[in-house]
């Protein structure tokens, strides 16, 4: 038996990258799972590998009817709801007095809006339910240390940890058997990062070298290390943690 076994889960960010990594692992350990991105072509390649215990949703996390669309539709498919994992997320450069006032709205609107209509969506049928449930959402180190160049990516992870921890604490205040915790990546192997590398901010050898020597284990990670914590917070086997920041960052946060 997997640690996922009869548990039903939506994953935003599931096309790709660690939204991709953890719906594998959810599968891999005994789950069903809706792989939800904009990128719906490649969340359907990885739902048909995955095989009859995934499946692709078409979802713009900005869009809160169509969060309504996807977990009906989840229910629809596999009978019931019970972990979310609000993975889908963009980071883009800019200080305040000269980043890009639409990149502030854009990285808002998909990094903390986003999950903030996920919950809203969810939560009203993973509570109906009356299974234990959880809520994954994926922060960042910078959630923790803030990073000058990425003012809005910085404001939105800040901004989901008080909210995460609003939702944990509202749930069991209430009674309600779902936990809401963070996983907080540091610099991570996946499309993103890929970006970044080549985007000619500098050479490759050194934008790796410098991400690297950021965290104190002097590498960057991977994509299923994070998906491990994802899984274990959203699995039964973290019955008594809600509400908690779980990083994943080679030491990064607590490097002075
Ligand atoms: N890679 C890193 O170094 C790193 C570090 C810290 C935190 N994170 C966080 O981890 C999460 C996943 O990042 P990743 O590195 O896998 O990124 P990625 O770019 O590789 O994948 C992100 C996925 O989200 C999807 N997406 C983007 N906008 C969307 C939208 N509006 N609606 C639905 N889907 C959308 C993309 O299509 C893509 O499949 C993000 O929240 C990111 O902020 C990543």
């Known amino acids: 038996m997997g640690k996922m076994t009869g548990k039903v889960a939506l994953v935003t960010g599931g096309a790709g990258g660690i939204g991709a990594s953890v719906g594998r692992m959810i599968v891999d350990e005994g789950g069903k799972v809706m792989l939800c991105d904009i990128q719906i072509d490649k969340a359907e390649a990885l739902a048909a590998q995955l095989g009859e215990n995934a499946e692709a949703f078409e979802l713009d996390v900005r ?3 169509r969060w309504q669309a996807a977990v009906t539709a989840v229910t629809d498919q596999f009978g019931k709801l019970n972990v979310l994992c609000n993975i889908a997320g963009i980071s883009e450069p800019g200080n305040v007095p000269d980043g890009p006032m639409d990149s502030w709205d854009r990285t808002i609107d998909i990094n903390l809006n986003g999950p903030y209509y996920g919950m809203r969506a969810a939560l009203p049928v993973m509570e109906a339910n009356g299974e234990p449930g959880a809520v994954v959402n994926i922060g960042s180190m910078i959630a923790m240390r803030a990073a000058a160049f990425v003012a809005a990516y910085s404001a939105s992870k800040a901004g989901l940890l008080g909210l995460t921890r609003s939702v944990a604490l509202d749930c069991a205040e209430r009674g309600v058997p ?3 915790n963070m996983v907080h990546p540091g610099a ?8 970044y590398k080549y985007s000619g901010a500098d050479t490759p050898e050194n934008i790796e070298t410098n991400f690297a020597a950021t965290h104190p284990m002097n590498r960057i990670g991977e994509p299923e290390e994070v998906a491990k914590a994802v899984v274990f917070l959203a699995s039964d086997e973290a019955s008594f943690t809600t509400g908690c920041d779980f990083t994943v960052d080679g030491g990064g946060s607590i490097r002075s």
């Open 188 to 195: 991570i192997r996946t499309p993103m990062y890929e970006r």
């Open 63 to 65: 869009d809160f009817d």
């Open 178 to 180: 779902i936990r809401a």
